[in-house]
């Protein structure tokens, strides 16, 4: 184990200085008892840390290139995509690898990772598709998207998911893996997107201002949270200064 030192920022919980190379991934547990990260090494360079003890849970990993980390939904796994070394899972308590694709697995730079409400599979998006381990047998599958030109973001509830690439975004059952509701559009490229826990809100960055999609209006009530009354019209924000000219 190594220790982590005290912060000399009031708000920091926990920080490690000995990553040789730019950190490009790290993720929080659902619990926000962990937090892991990636770097941009050959060797030992995925790290997992418990946020209370400020400690390393974990002897340093090594996955060449790791260039995308998340936690599973219960925190007990966290998968790994390498920019030429395809994708891995770990058990969160001893590191031992659960799912190794090798290079079989495409992968791209930051690749996006999401996973199904039950922690048993892991979509992982690439240029044009979008590939689906199964952890319990080890198998994967994948299907195309809606566009195969542009890089792609996803984002998931665990229910469905939400996939963006060139200027509009699709929807993907979890399970079924078939497109739901229709596709999204938008008159500038999507830079990134975010989904509500619940899924009712998708979030896309598109060019200066970000917009806000109320899905309720497209998709079944099946794939949502309950437990939010409200219901705004979609909405798009600015983020220019307020005082910039328009």
């Known amino acids: ?30 619990g926000c008892t962990k937090v892991v990260a ?15 003890s400020r400690t390393q849970l974990l002897p340093p990993i090594s996955h060449r290139k790791a260039d995308g980390v998340k936690f599973s939904p219960d925190g007990s796994r966290f998968a790994t995509a390498s920019d030429d070394s395809g994708v891995r899972v ?23 990772l999401a996973w199904s409400a039950d922690g048993q599979q892991l979509f992982v998006a690439s240029q044009g598709k979008v590939t689906s381990v199964n952890i319990s047998n080890s198998s994967s599958s994948e299907w195309p998207i809606h566009e195969t030109q542009s890089s792609v973001s996803i984002a998931s509830n665990g229910k469905f998911i939400a996939c963006s690439a060139g200027k509009s975004a699709s929807l993907w059952d979890c399970v079924s893996h ?9 008159t500038a490229g999507i830079n990134c997107i975010a989904l509500s826990p619940s899924g009712m809100y998708l979030a896309c960055g598109v060019g200066k201002n970000i917009t806000i999609h109320d899905l309720r ?17 979609n909405a798009t924000i600015s983020t220019r200064p307020h005082n910039a000219a328009v």
């Not at 184990?1 to 547990?29: G, L």
């Not at 001893?94 to 730079?109: V, Y």
């Not at 209006?217 to 019209?233: E, I, K, V």
């Open 217 to 233: 209006d497209a998709l079944p009530s099946q794939y949502f949270d309950r437990g939010s009354s409200t219901h705004p019209h």
């Open 38 to 52: 990636a770097s941009w090494g050959t060797t030992d360079n995925v790290r997992l840390f418990g946020i209370g």
């Open 178 to 186: 078939r497109q739901i509701g229709s596709i999204i559009t938008h």
């Open 1 to 30: 184990m190594v220790p982590s030192f005290p912060s000399p920022f009031r708000n920091e919980k926990v920080r490690h200085t000995e990553c040789a190379n730019p950190v490009y991934a790290a993720d929080i547990s659902s």
């Open 90 to 112: 770990y058990n969160t308590h001893d590191g031992s690898i659960l799912f190794d694709s090798s290079a079989q697995c495409a992968t791209e730079a930051r690749t996006p």
